[in-house]
């Protein structure tokens, strides 16, 4: 058995849109956690992409299949619908080429999970108006040391996919592990979408 | 001096085969001799075996010395041993020469098996003895594991030539393989690699001295030949930088306006292709490099790799060098989109090196965590 540390309630709603034994693609997998999480809950058939040789080794160790390759080169690796599921975990905002990865991502698989940290939640606005750029437990970074370089809100997010006519299956958006239903781009800090072409 | 992780002393064992081999070419080995060394342990499963495929000029002597006072241990010594990645306390580690070789296996400077003529005299083969490809030697691989009653392996590792050799293997035995670490590989050889091998082969082959492979007969070696191919095949294995910071445009003196030795570069070569002319075989040189020339699982599959791939059983490790530009990242990333094709359980790693295709026999620290990280999870 796997054991967790501290409950990740982002995982739980991931899981809740993968299929049990499905074939998924989590792009920038980190030290593996998320596909660990999915084998051991759903039994998943998972690989990860990840750049970074330290996360990459971490994988390895733990058993997470991974492909060391640059998401910013897309994904020619992988053929066209050959993934139930492709998963981005809040990774999109440090993504130079987003267009291409998301087009990408619904390339290689029938649906796609996209997870962000909004931008419009109210204390980065609050931060905002006080004078300096957002920092908090979503936001680590500072200004100058940020790989963020593409953060959105969800209402940019939901213009984004309209544009690209990306269906949105289905939303969450969460605040300390709490579901957020009431004006989500003020009050939400996470936002995690189900997504498929339309 | 041994160090504290080494293998140790070791013998190498020759194993005799009297059964023929028929080769890819059509042709038939009546008889063969294969020369390898093993390190570590069988376990009384017999399911703790690592084959270790060599590349073009390696051999069985993989690891350890044969005495204390030898200067240099096996080709991969950094690799294998006690606690080392490969670890000797857990596998049971096999090295052999490939046939065609010049190490001991059967090959174009083995002696003939005799005739039924007595009054003929012994000699070697010479340019009788046949092509060999991937395929053959995988193939006289498994005879070998035959003969030393081992059915499965628990991981066959190989880099560049060798690293062909361990994806033939999924292919040709999808049931004795549980695991392939194919390292510095590729599915086969471009029109630019094998222009390499054509020129080294040219090198020797118009050498006065070659006789068209008989030169044992004339009791010469076609050393100049073999030093350029050698020479040459050096300069592809290393990167434009590695070469750069290695020697730059160190002189050995000064500038002498004379075609002598005045680049340390120049030195270098002359050293490496003087040492291999001294101790490798032309003809064996000329086969291992066809052999590389000819491997495409694929060709039977209308070029499509992951139909070439799609019996295959094996759980993979894939690794590539940045700078290796002989067989570059993207031709392990074919291999490696090939067994996601086929759902394959496979890990991809992309190692940043200096070194070009040398990398693979390096002890950089990153590559072999990746090794040793991979291999503490094979199961014996």
Same mark, same amino acid.
């Given at each position: 058995?796997?054991?967790?540390?501290?409950?990740?309630?982002?995982?739980?709603?991931?899981?809740?849109?993968?299929?049990?034994?499905?074939?998924?693609?989590?792009?920038?997998?980190?030290?593996?956690?998320?596909?660990?999480?999915?084998?051991? #809950?759903?039994?998943?058939?998972?690989?990860?992409?990840?750049?970074?040789?330290?996360?990459?080794?971490?994988?390895?160790?733990?058993?997470?299949?991974?492909?060391?390759?640059?998401?910013?080169?897309?994904?020619?690796?992988?053929?066209?619908?050959?993934?139930?599921?492709?998963?981005?975990?809040?990774?999109?905002?440090?993504?130079?080429?987003?267009?291409?990865?998301?087009?990408?991502?619904?390339?290689?698989?029938?649906?796609?999970?996209?997870? $962000?940290?909004?931008?419009?939640?109210?204390?980065?606005?609050?931060?905002?108006?006080?004078?300096?750029?957002?920092?908090?437990?979503?936001?680590?970074?500072?200004? $100058?040391?940020?790989?963020?370089?593409?953060?959105?809100?969800?209402?940019?997010?939901?213009? $984004?996919?309209?544009?690209?006519?990306?269906?949105?299956?289905?939303?969450?958006?969460?605040?300390?592990?709490?579901? /957020?239903?009431?004006?989500?781009?003020?009050?939400?800090?996470?936002?995690?979408?189900?997504?498929?072409?339309? | 001096?041994?160090?504290?992780?080494?293998?140790?002393?070791?013998?190498?064992?020759?194993?005799?085969? #009297?059964?023929?081999?028929?080769?890819?070419?059509?042709?038939?080995?009546?008889?063969?001799?294969? /020369?390898?060394?093993?390190?570590?342990?069988?376990?009384?499963?017999?399911?703790?075996?690592?084959?270790?495929?060599?590349?073009?000029?390696?051999?069985?002597?993989?690891?350890?010395?044969?005495?204390?006072?030898?200067?240099?241990?096996?080709?991969?010594?950094?690799?294998? %041993?006690?606690?080392?990645?490969?670890?000797?306390?857990? $596998?049971?580690?096999?090295?052999?020469?490939?046939?065609? !070789?010049?190490?001991?296996?059967?090959?174009?400077?083995?002696?003939?098996?005799?005739?039924?003529?007595?009054?003929?005299?012994?000699?070697?083969?010479?340019?009788?003895?046949?092509?060999?490809?991937?395929?053959?030697?995988?193939?006289?691989?498994?005879?070998?594991?035959?003969?030393?009653?081992?059915?499965?392996?628990?991981?066959?590792? *190989?880099?560049?030539?060798?690293?062909?050799?361990?994806?033939?293997?999924?292919?040709?035995?999808?049931?004795?393989?549980?695991?392939?670490?194919?390292?510095?590989?590729?599915?086969?050889?471009?029109?630019?690699?094998?222009?390499?091998?054509?020129?080294?082969?040219?090198?020797?082959?118009?050498?006065?001295?070659?006789?068209? %492979?008989?030169?044992?007969?004339?009791?010469? /070696?076609?050393?100049?030949?073999?030093?350029?191919?050698?020479?040459? *095949?050096?300069?592809?294995?290393?990167?434009?930088?590695?070469?750069?910071?290695?020697? !730059?445009?160190?002189?050995?003196?000064?500038?002498?306006?004379?075609?002598?030795?005045?680049?340390?570069?120049?030195?270098?070569?002359?050293?490496?292709?003087?040492?291999?002319?001294?101790?490798?075989?032309?003809?064996?040189?000329?086969?291992? &490099?066809?052999?590389?020339?000819?491997?495409?699982?694929?060709? !039977?599959?209308? *070029?499509?790799?992951?139909?070439?791939?799609?019996?295959?059983?094996?759980?993979?490790?894939?690794?590539?060098?940045?700078?290796?530009?002989?067989?570059?990242?993207?031709?392990?990333?074919?291999?490696?989109?090939?067994?996601?094709?086929?759902?394959? &359980?496979?890990?991809?790693?992309?190692?940043?090196?200096?070194?070009?295709?040398?990398?693979?026999?390096?002890?950089?620290?990153?590559?072999?965590?990746?090794?040793?990280?991979?291999?503490?999870?094979?199961?014996?």
């Amino acid at each position: 058995m796997v054991e967790f540390t501290q409950f990740r309630q982002d995982f739980a709603i991931i899981a809740g849109w993968v299929n049990f034994g499905g074939k998924v693609l989590d792009l920038g997998c980190g030290d593996g956690e998320l596909l660990t999480y999915l084998r051991a #809950s759903l039994e998943v058939k998972g690989y990860g992409v990840e750049k970074d040789d330290a996360n990459w080794l971490a994988c390895l160790q733990n058993g997470t299949n991974v492909i060391q390759m640059d998401l910013e080169d897309g994904l020619s690796g992988f053929e066209d619908q050959s993934f139930d599921t492709v998963i981005l975990s809040q990774t999109l905002q440090a993504m130079h080429n987003t267009e291409e990865i998301v087009q990408e991502m619904l390339r290689v698989g029938r649906e796609i999970i996209v997870t $962000f940290p909004n931008f419009g939640y109210w204390r980065n606005r609050m931060q905002i108006t006080t004078g300096t750029m957002p920092v908090s437990k979503t936001l680590p970074y500072q200004w $100058f040391d940020t790989p963020n370089v593409h953060l959105c809100t969800i209402n940019d997010f939901e213009q $984004f996919c309209k544009n690209h006519k990306i269906d949105v299956i289905e939303r969450k958006v969460i605040t300390d592990g709490n579901e /957020v239903n009431f004006m989500p781009n003020l009050l939400g800090n996470l936002a995690m979408y189900r997504l498929k072409s339309s | 001096m041994l160090e504290n992780n080494s293998v140790g002393i070791v013998t190498a064992q020759t194993a005799h085969f #009297s059964e023929p081999l028929t080769l890819q070419s059509g042709e038939v080995l009546p008889q063969f001799d294969v /020369v390898f060394e093993t390190y570590g342990t069988l376990n009384a499963a017999k399911s703790n075996t690592v084959l270790v495929c060599h590349a073009l000029s390696g051999n069985h002597h993989v690891a350890g010395k044969y005495a204390e006072t030898d200067k240099n241990a096996g080709w991969w010594d950094n690799l294998i %041993g006690p606690n080392k990645p490969l670890d000797t306390n857990k $596998f049971f580690v096999i090295g052999l020469n490939n046939l065609g !070789g010049c190490h001991g296996s059967s090959g174009p400077s083995s002696l003939k098996p005799k005739s039924s003529h007595k009054s003929e005299k012994d000699q070697p083969y010479g340019a009788s003895f046949p092509i060999v490809t991937v395929e053959d030697w995988v193939n006289s691989q498994a005879r070998l594991l035959n003969h030393l009653g081992i059915t499965q392996l628990a991981a066959v590792i *190989g880099g560049s030539l060798g690293g062909m050799q361990a994806l033939q293997w999924t292919i040709a035995f999808p049931e004795r393989v549980k695991h392939a670490l194919i390292i510095a590989a590729a599915p086969n050889l471009t029109a630019q690699n094998m222009a390499f091998n054509e020129v080294a082969r040219q090198a020797i082959m118009t050498d006065p001295e070659f006789y068209d %492979g008989d030169y044992y007969a004339h009791k010469t /070696v076609p050393r100049r030949g073999l030093r350029i191919a050698r020479m040459l *095949g050096h300069i592809t294995y290393l990167s434009d930088n590695a070469m750069g910071e290695k020697f !730059g445009r160190k002189l050995k003196d000064k500038i002498k306006y004379s075609f002598d030795v005045e680049f340390e570069m120049e030195s270098y070569l002359r050293y490496q292709g003087d040492k291999f002319a001294g101790e490798f075989d032309a003809n064996t040189y000329l086969r291992m &490099t066809r052999a590389l020339d000819y491997y495409d699982p694929a060709l !039977g599959y209308g *070029g499509d790799l992951s139909q070439a791939l799609k019996n295959v059983k094996a759980k993979f490790l894939v690794v590539s060098f940045t700078s290796d530009w002989r067989f570059s990242p993207e031709r392990s990333r074919e291999i490696v989109k090939a067994l996601l094709d086929n759902e394959l &359980t496979v890990s991809y790693a992309e190692v940043t090196a200096l070194h070009g295709h040398d990398a693979f026999l390096m002890p950089d620290t990153h590559y072999h965590n990746i090794l040793r990280g991979y291999l503490s999870k094979v199961e014996v």
